[in-house]
């Protein structure tokens, strides 16, 4: 069976990988390619990823991913999974991005990526994260980040918050990103606010946490 790299050697490898990674300039359309500094990842030990689409200018003005305010609803729910112990989002999952660099608008606003800065950043980036951490669950938030997690495109309003597999077999759970864009698709799916939503995600999450735990 292939040895699983210990703790110290896989936090180094991704740091040396992230130092490379942050020098693409691959794609123009995406320039000036701000992302987030390696020391903001998280941790990879306990094989729990947290996968956005990309990143945004907010949390990335922090330093901090899914940090901005809409994205505190998943901070939130990750502290009521927890409680009573306290522990940062970081400690426990690997935060990434489907897509690494900022995708801004010429205003200076996020904008969703395009579907060639997605083929690129998946094909030279994102599979490589995956082979390096081989997690046992990726929490997907956004179709993006869904379909490239998956191998696949689901729909969100049936696929949000129910398990899927990869096509290599990882376990994927789709959700819909808590911003108020998603409002209505939200109510689709059954979700009558974002209070609701964050409270149906601290249940998924304690339960997955739960499952992990009792499987290791």
Known sequence: MERKPAKSELEAALHKWWRRTIRCR???????????????????????MILGEAPGRVSLDNGRGFSNPRNLTIRRAFARAI????????????????VKC????????????????MRNCVARHLSVELTMIRPRLILAFGARAARAALGYPVVMSLAHGTAHRSVDGVRVIPLMHPSTANIAGMRRAGIASIADYEERLARLMHGELRRLLQTR
């Open 26 to 48: 691959i794609c123009a359309t995406i320039a000036p390619w701000r992302k987030f500094p390696p020391t903001s990842h998280g941790t990879p030990r306990h094989g729990l």
């Open 83 to 98: 409680a009573p112990r306290k522990l940062e989002l970081e400690e426990m999952f690997y935060l990434t991005d489907t």
């Open 102 to 117: 900022w995708p801004a608008t010429p205003s200076g606003a996020n904008r969703a990526p395009r579907e060639r800065e």
